[in-house]
């Protein structure tokens, strides 16, 4: 026990006047005894590391679906190199650390198969829709079990928002929840670009010229002068952002990678086929709900949410081969 009390009074003493302190959290929406040696925020952080959904990630498609390189990014190497980006933020900033990780390497964790393309097709199938960062919350609040029955991870009330204000409009409550919203970004943004030269999408020459002038030519020189920027824009205790000019230029060059990239016929040429691939597995467990899991809490949701809780949660590669298992005949070779 001394070991964490030690640890939140040195949070007391070091962090800035408005991080979040361990000490200060909400607390979970089930009580439990604290951890004799970690934070709360360590311990949430500890719990997404441990998931079944967490490492599900490596085998989900980031923007190209089932690329034919080793390089590419999946949903994992997205997540960490989010946390990566977001922990340095943190620091320089004196926020904390965990609450950050924590959020970061759980802010993707509802995400589907085949990357945003999965996410569109769930979206137009769902009664009352499907966004990522909601079904990350579902997963912690209920689908990934732990030790209460129906709690899910039990995470704090910081981590949580943090998770479902990671993207769009929503606003984090902490400085922590910020930081993440933005490093999605910065990686995001970088690791895409880099993808689509290895894919032959883009070439370095087709980058728009006054965005590199002012976040640089390479990757590491984006990340590192978005940092800064964004460490040098909010030193004063602010909310996290960019400054007006580099910020400018980072929506400009995401603009640039949605008409680019994003919606490039030879990044997406196998989106067009997800529509019926998704929707018949879909509509195939609807007519069958007995091959659908239980949930652990043993309490039933509408049979549309189970599904898609359901497909969301699967890789790429268990998709693929759940559809070959209830659609392709099997050859006969009696």
């Not at 919606?263 to 195939?284: C, I, M, S, V, W």
Request: overall charge neutral.
């Amino acid at each position: 026990m001394f070991a964490r009390i030690q640890q939140e009074e040195e949070e007391l003493r070091r962090l800035a006047p408005g991080a979040m302190k361990a000490r200060q959290s909400q607390g979970r929406r089930f009580s439990e005894e604290e951890c004799a040696f970690r934070t709360c925020f360590q311990r949430d952080r500890d719990r997404i590391i441990h998931s079944k959904a967490f490492r599900r990630l490596k085998h989900k498609t980031q923007v190209f679906i089932a690329p034919g390189g080793d390089h590419y990014r999946t949903r994992l190497t997205h997540t960490l190199e989010v946390a990566q980006i977001a922990r340095t933020i943190a620091r320089l900033l004196r926020l904390n650390e965990d609450l950050t990780e924590a959020i970061a390497l759980g802010h993707d964790l509802g995400h589907t198969p085949f990357g945003h393309a999965g996410e569109e097709v769930l979206n137009q199938l769902v009664p009352g829709g499907f966004r990522h960062q909601d079904q990350s919350l579902r997963v912690v609040d209920l689908l990934e079990p732990y030790h209460l029955p129906g709690a899910g991870l039990n995470l704090t009330w910081e981590v949580r928002d943090g998770i479902g204000n990671h993207t769009g409009s929503g606003q984090p409550a902490t400085h922590e929840g910020e930081v993440v919203h933005l490093a999605d970004r910065i990686a995001y943004i970088n690791h895409d670009i880099d993808d689509a030269i290895r894919a032959g999408i883009l070439h370095r020459g087709d980058l728009p010229a006054d965005c590199l002038e002012v976040l640089g030519h390479s990757h590491s020189q984006r990340i590192s002068r978005m940092i800064q920027d964004t460490v040098k824009t909010s030193s004063n205790g602010g909310k996290v952002r960019l400054s007006p000019e580099v910020g400018a230029m980072v929506e400009k060059l995401r603009s640039f990678l949605f008409q680019h990239v994003y919606t490039n016929p030879r990044a997406k040429a196998e989106e067009t086929k997800l529509q019926d691939f998704l929707g018949r597995l879909y509509h195939f467990y609807l007519k069958h709900p007995e091959e659908l899991p239980p949930l652990p809490s043993g309490e039933e949701d509408p049979l549309e949410r189970r599904a898609a809780d359901y497909l969301a949660g699967m890789t790429d590669h268990y998709a693929i081969a759940d559809f070959q298992r209830r659609f392709v005949p099997r050859v006969w070779m009696g």
